[in-house]
């Protein structure tokens, strides 16, 4: 089985042919919602909305644990993260996908381990390479096949949100090494290690970050929203080329 998560702008994998739908408990509480089960061209996919089905849930307020536990559950051969990101880099302009290979994590206040009690042996995961490179390469061989522009590879910084950046953060964080920034990609691809799942993000760029580009301010969320509805005609196809070779 192969489990997404979609970020903003996918709400529902409209390729998708649903057979149920499931809600799963978990010690740390309720999911983003209920979990869509169906096929892709006759592979079994899971579906989660990470903001909920009326992307109603801001980034600082997912509960990043429970969704990755819940799936954990299902023990999904690979899990896609997809996630709206603001360009930082110049190549990394609206309606571009990225497999970003590593993350810069600028969040705070949110509950990013299962590793919080006092009666186990203290451990630290290894997140030198965050993503699962198998997951990657797998990701990127079916944009190919599916006739599909990726860039492979980026810097993701992770921030807290739900605000947007000021000028001076982009520089920052470009300064830093940033090529890409979320609000999402943290905990999220931390938890994803720590319970030892297959997890790769593509993110999809659906604005200039702050102070980039034409605009002197940040672009509506109107307009946002136009660009990640036309980048998600590609991550669909990306998609079904990734069950295709799913086996491989
Ligand atoms: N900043 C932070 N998160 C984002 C952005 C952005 O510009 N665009 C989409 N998610």
């Keep these: 089985m192969?489990?997404?998560?979609?970020?903003?702008?996918?709400?529902?994998?409209?390729?998708?042919?649903?057979?149920?739908?499931?809600?799963?408990?978990?010690?740390?509480?309720?999911?983003?919602?209920?979990?869509?089960?169906?096929?892709?061209?006759?592979?079994?996919?899971?579906?989660?909305?990470?903001?909920?089905?009326?992307?109603?849930?801001?980034?600082?307020?997912?509960?990043?644990?429970?969704?990755?536990?819940?799936?954990?559950?299902?023990?999904?051969?690979?899990?896609?993260a997809v996630a709206a990101v603001g360009g930082i880099r110049e190549d990394?302009?609206?309606?571009?996908?990225?497999?970003?290979?590593?993350?810069?994590?600028?969040?705070?206040?949110?509950?990013?381990?299962?590793?919080?009690t006092t009666d186990e042996p203290v451990t630290h995961i290894d997140f030198t390479y965050p993503y699962c490179s198998a997951t990657r390469a797998q990701l990127f061989k079916a944009?190919?096949?599916?006739?599909?522009?990726?860039?492979?590879?980026?810097?993701?910084?992770?921030?807290?949100?739900?605000?947007?950046?000021?000028?001076?953060?982009?520089?920052?964080?470009?300064?830093?090494?940033?090529?890409?920034?979320?609000m999402t990609g943290m905990p999220e691809t931390a938890l994803a290690r720590e319970l030892g799942l297959n997890y790769a993000t593509l993110a999809v760029v659906a604005n200039h970050a702050a102070g980039r580009g034409t605009n002197i301010a940040a672009v509506p969320l109107k307009e946002i929203f136009v660009v990640l509805e036309a980048a998600m005609v590609h991550v669909r196809n990306i998609i079904e080329h990734l069950v295709n070779c799913y086996g491989d």
Aim: hydrophobic content about 40%.
């Design 92 to 116: 990394m302009v609206p309606g571009k996908l990225v497999i970003p290979d590593q993350i810069i994590d600028y969040t705070h206040g949110r509950d990013s381990t299962y590793f919080n």
């Design 143 to 182: 944009a190919k096949l599916a006739g599909e522009s990726v860039i492979d590879g980026g810097v993701y910084a992770a921030v807290q949100g739900p605000r947007l950046e000021t000028a001076a953060e982009i520089n920052r964080l470009e300064r830093d090494g940033a090529d890409m920034v979320g």
């Design 2 to 80: 192969l489990a997404i998560i979609g970020g903003s702008g996918m709400t529902q994998l409209s390729c998708l042919e649903i057979s149920h739908r499931q809600i799963i408990r978990t010690p740390y509480g309720e999911p983003s919602g209920p979990f869509t089960f169906g096929k892709v061209n006759d592979y079994e996919i899971v579906f989660l909305a990470r903001h909920g089905h009326g992307h109603t849930i801001p980034p600082h307020l997912v509960n990043y644990r429970a969704n990755l536990w819940a799936l954990n559950t299902l023990k999904p051969k690979y899990v896609i």
